[in-house]
């Protein structure tokens, strides 16, 4: 199985690597408590057209080292830009979910583009989502409390009853009990200290001053009843916020949107990598898709 060591304190982390080495780069980012099996439907399919997709298990999730540090944002984004320096990786569409979405970001307004084309923030809790000076209307310190509470309580319980929202079921999205089960159990295998340490970034979040700086093609993906990042206070903020930014609303669709709106999401990002043209080692040009 392929490992680095984090550049940050020798963390070992796991990556998976698909497709053809001179493919279109694209590295993704996963949400918390997930590792890089959430993105099998888009890797696959897109590794199977000629796309080469790298996807990280963050630390202390998936096969990654269980480590008690570390779980600050800015170690999180040296550990993804990591990645891109252990492989190598030149002309990259960095695609994030939830909080991965953060990590992408601060990876590039902390390190550069110089490896980096694009960037897609796919059902992102970015710029935050908690209420702060720059979010008045956000999620009060009371509801954080209550529902970290629960969290901290029963972990295997918070993601069983949460499971209808994250999928908006309600809504007609088709995900399998089968399906449903496998994702708790592997949002259980991210330890409980790396579990509360990324909640705690997402309690923190603010990248509203951020995201201006984030001076390249950005592609976000959000849908209508994102119960974890409603979109008013995540995609479309971070959609007018970034210079050169194109959304794209999911009716119906909820944080997990990944599986239940797979096929679109993975034609919509093979679009965006697209629109760029592309070269031996990773997409090129500047288009956002869609303009």
């Known amino acids: 199985m392929p ?5 940050v304190d020798g963390t070992r982390l796991h990556y998976v690597d698909h497709g053809p080495a001179t493919g279109a780069v694209v590295v993704f980012a996963a949400s918390a408590y997930l590792g890089h099996e959430m993105w099998e439907q888009q890797t696959l399919p897109l590794a199977e057209a000629g796309f080469r997709c790298v996807a990280l298990d963050r630390r202390g999730h998936g096969r990654s080292d269980d480590t008690w540090n570390g779980y600050d944002l800015d170690t999180l984004a040296d550990d993804l830009h990591g990645l891109l320096d252990h492989l190598d990786l030149r002309g990259v569409t960095l695609v994030g979910h939830s909080v991965g979405t953060a990590e992408v970001i601060r990876c590039v307004t902390r390190h550069g583009a110089a490896r980096v084309d694009r960037v897609a923030l796919v059902a992102g809790v970015s710029p935050g989502v908690v209420r702060s000076a720059n979010l008045p209307e956000g999620i009060g310190p009371a509801d954080v409390r209550a529902d970290e509470e629960l969290f901290r309580r029963d972990r ?6 949460l499971a209808d929202d994250f999928f908006a079921v309600r809504l007609g999205n088709d995900v399998s009990p089968a399906y449903v089960r496998h994702l708790i159990d592997r949002c259980m295998v991210a330890g409980p200290r790396a579990a509360t340490g990324v909640r705690a970034v997402v309690a923190g979040l603010d990248l509203t001053d951020e995201l201006p700086a984030l001076d390249l093609p950005v592609l976000v993906v959000h849908g209508t009843h994102d119960a974890s990042a ?3 206070l995540t995609g479309e ?3 007018r916020l970034v210079p050169d930014g194109t959304l794209k609303v999911y009716e119906n ?9 797979a096929a679109r999401l993975t034609a919509d990002l093979r679009e965006f990598v697209e629109a760029g043209g592309v070269r031996a080692g990773g997409p090129v040009g500047a288009g956002a898709a869609g303009r």
């Open 3 to 7: 490992y680095f060591d984090s550049p």
């Open 156 to 161: 295997a319980a918070y993601f069983t009853l």
């Open 230 to 232: 409603p979109l008013p």
């Open 237 to 239: 903020r971070a959609a």
């Open 253 to 261: 669709a909820g944080h997990g949107l990944f599986a239940t709106h």
